[in-house]
């Protein structure tokens, strides 16, 4: 059934008009910018899936006021509501100057409406290598790993858009999945940094092991925040998440996960879920 016909079905509202190229969003300029199908989510056809969402906010909040003595540590993401497909305006600001430590936001407006406050700490880079020390493994390179289609399930241009690879002892509610895409973040550009790159694509922890297979006579669990945590920044456009998923008896949850490139580990996830049926799924 085309998303078209679904919509009409279910009485949602029509479709936005979706760019197709290969970008994420084309460029309206002065922090205005139109999503494409690519962009398109996983759970409502109308919506912007959360990944590719927080990977434009992060390009503008690092493109904002950009320091070369500070590095992007932090990056919060909160969810107010639907991220509506289709035109979207970005506001950035300082909310904490500082020499060596920073805080700016960024607030997403679609539809009238903001639909994420994300909010970075920038802090001081300098020499700490003699106190180098992770304490996360290393997982096994995608190069080294089988395609993967368990992604199938889930609908939408973003999901369409990933190539995935997944390391073995994968099963619901823990699993390691490779990712990457040959899309850039903007039209227009041909220099998608590896942060933008690599950040717009670790909301989808919450889909590469979930305790229950997705679909209308299933559950739902959908995130209503992204924290990222990087003790380094990340390079490459292979992002490997280590993800597990956990249940709780009241409706709520979490996803968890270790974020990899090529290089190793860099930094940490966390997303709280709401736990819920499907529309007319009976418990």
Known sequence: ???EKTAASTGQPELPDLAVGDFFYEDLGDGHYRSTVHAQG????????????TGIMVHELEKFQPRDDLRMARVSLDIHGIIHGGDITIDTRVIR??????????????AGRTSIVARAWRLATGDSSAVHAVEDTHVTHPEDLPVWDGMSPWP???IEALDFRVDAGHRPGRGTVWLRHDLEMVSGTTTTTSLVRLLGM???ANGIAPRVEPGPESWMFPNVDLQIHMHRAPVGEWLGIQAQQTYGTDGIGLTSGVLHDVQGPFGRTEQILTVRPMPGHKR
């Open 1 to 3: 059934m085309s998303a």
């Open 42 to 53: 996983a759970w409502n056809p109308h919506e912007q899936h959360m990944a590719p969402a």
């Open 97 to 110: 100057p500082g020499r060596t430590i920073e805080l700016i936001e960024a607030e997403m407006i679609t």
């Open 156 to 158: 939408g241009g973003y």
């Open 202 to 204: 670790a909301d989808t």
